[in-house]
């Protein structure tokens, strides 16, 4: 379930923000497959890599958190 709703903040993030994969790989120095792993809950971030995204889409790790826990709240709902 953690690992979803943060594939969907993830992706609703890099959006946003108009970054690609590829792009969002080359700035974090992820592999674009761990990206896509992410993204769609296949693969749970290390912490390590959870400071690299939130650099990358320009946000604090505490915040992209919350917005994770807040994702987890609205699928406990449905």
Known sequence: MVRKAFGVV????????????EKLAELTS???VTIYRFENGLMQ???ESIFK???????KPSEFLTLVE???KRNQKT
């Open 53 to 59: 995204l939130s650099d990358a889409i320009n946000i």
């Open 10 to 21: 993830l992706r609703n993030l890099r959006e946003e923000k108009n970054i690609s994969q």
């Open 70 to 72: 807040e994702e987890l």
């Open 45 to 47: 971030p290390t912490l």
């Open 30 to 32: 992820v592999d674009r």
